[in-house]
Structure formats: structure tokens, C-alpha cells
Nanobody, 119 residues
Framework: QVQLVESGGGLVQAGGSLRLSCAAS????????LGWFRQALGKEREFVGR????????SYIDSMKGRFTISRDNAKNTMYLQMNSLKPEDTAVYYC????????????WGQGTQVTVSS
């Protein structure tokens, strides 16, 4: 079992920045992939990006490239999502998720953190 807890959400003006954190516990993460998803009100959950914990390799959905950056701190077992140049359409609940490296299903989810971008 992996427990994931997000933090860092809040209200920010358009053009601003936020950094979300996802603290992981329960397992060593060397065989896991952690990712970020978001869900806007009335819309389906959307993949943002992921990080392979062992290598630090990251990948993103195309629309997030350049504005969003995922990183990790091994010592703190924490993943981050740095969001820059935020737009009102980035308003959503942001979730971190985890899966084993070879798996396709995201088995572990945090409770989510609200990000609101005002225009």
C-alpha cells in the first residue's frame, strides 16, 4: 500500500504560480511511477504528467509542456508539481496517483487539492 497526501493548492491570479506537493508513505518508491491528474468541475479526470521514481524521468501531456514541471525529492519521498503561467482553465482539483512501474492502472490516489485560478 502507498499512501499519498497532496498539499499546496489554493487561489492564485492568472499568470501566477503554485507548487503542489504529494507526500508518499507506506512503501519504498523505487519500483513506482507517480503522476498528477486533474479534474475540473463537470469534466472528466485528465492526466497531467508522471515521474518514474527510480530514474526521475518525466513525461507530460502536450498541453502542459513548458508550464508544468514534475520533480521529486527522494529524501522526503515527495513529488512536486510546479505550475507557472497559470490560466483560469487550470482551475481543478489536482490529484497525485501511484502505480507500479510495469502496471497500467493507477492503484493509489490522494484525496486531491483544489487549485483555483482567477482571471
Amino acid at each position: 500500500q502507498v499512501q499519498l497526501v497532496e498539499s499546496g493548492g489554493g487561489l492564485v491570479q492568472a499568470g501566477g504560480s503554485l507548487r503542489l506537493s504529494c507526500a508518499a508513505s507506506g512503501r519504498t518508491l523505487s519500483t513506482y511511477v507517480l503522476g498528477w491528474f486533474r479534474q475540473a468541475l463537470g469534466k472528466e479526470r485528465e492526466f497531467v504528467g508522471r515521474i518514474v521514481w527510480s530514474s526521475g524521468f518525466t513525461s507530460y501531456i502536450d498541453s502542459m509542456k513548458g508550464r508544468f514541471t514534475i520533480s521529486r525529492d527522494n529524501a522526503k519521498n515527495t513529488m512536486y508539481l510546479q505550475m507557472n503561467s497559470l490560466k483560469p482553465e487550470d482551475t481543478a482539483v489536482y490529484y497525485c496517483a501511484g502505480r507500479l512501474s510495469g502496471a497500467t492502472r493507477w492503484d493509489y490516489w490522494g484525496q486531491g487539492t483544489q487549485v483555483t485560478v482567477s482571471s
